[in-house]
């Protein structure tokens, strides 16, 4: 890779959620990152407990009530009421039953965790996902090609919305995932055949 790319090389950590590996649809998800050139620099299949879950995400006021506004704007463009759906308008309220949600369906089956690396990494992956609700997520993506799904059907029948992928989305985010799913497992270095190109 050019030493100009160097300032922008990051790593990013996803994990493929457990109707992903379920679906069978690991290696087509995996490829659609490798594809654009991103670098698998370590990666594992895990069957997470439900506490390990709870202390994935950033569990902050901001990202609960975050997790809230998205179910509300679901509502608001489906025409639906909040409180005939969750008992509920305030964003933090929601937001709390979804993060209990969350450790449900993250701790229901296995699990792949993946660090890419690769040019803007966490932007790209977080294109390459697709918006939160797979129903209005653009059309190539991941969460947008194998599936359809939303706070409509997920949220009201008290499940999170399954869709298939989590990506860190901040560098902060990264540090602590990271951190999380592989310790102080290094990653691995290694050059692809392709990097001179991509670059
Ligand atoms: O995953 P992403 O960063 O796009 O969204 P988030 O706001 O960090 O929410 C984390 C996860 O919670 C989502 O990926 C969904 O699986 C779930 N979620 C949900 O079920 N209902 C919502 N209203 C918002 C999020
Ligand atoms: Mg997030």
Not at 142 to 156: H, K, L, Q, W
Not at 181 to 187: A, D, I, N, R
């Amino acid at each position: 890779m050019s030493p100009n790319a160097a300032g922008i090389v990051e790593r990013t950590l996803v994990l493929l959620k457990p109707d992903a590996v379920a679906r069978g649809l690991a290696g087509q998800i995996l490829a659609r990152f490798e594809t654009v050139g991103l670098k698998i620099v370590a990666l594992k299949m895990v069957m997470p407990t439900r506490d390990f879950v709870a202390r994935h995400y950033p569990n902050t006021p901001e990202w609960i009530a975050g997790m809230g506004k998205k179910t509300l704007e679901t509502y608001k463009d489906r025409g639906l009421d909040p409180i005939a759906e969750v008992g509920t308008t305030d964003p933090m309220k929601i937001g709390e039953m979804v993060k209990a949600w969350n450790i449900d369906y993250l701790s229901s089956g296995p699990v792949v965790a993946v660090i890419f690396e690769g040019l803007h990494a966490i932007t790209t992956v977080r294109k390459l996902c697709g918006a939160t609700m797979p129903f209005s997520a653009d059309p190539g993506s991941i969460r947008g090609s194998y599936s359809s799904t939303s706070a409509v059907v997920g949220n009201a029948t008290k499940r999170a919305v399954r869709n298939l992928v989590h990506a860190s989305s901040t560098p902060e985010e990264v540090a602590h995932e990271t951190a999380h799913w592989f310790g102080t497992e290094k990653p691995c270095v290694y050059r692809r055949a392709d990097e001179d190109v991509l670059a």
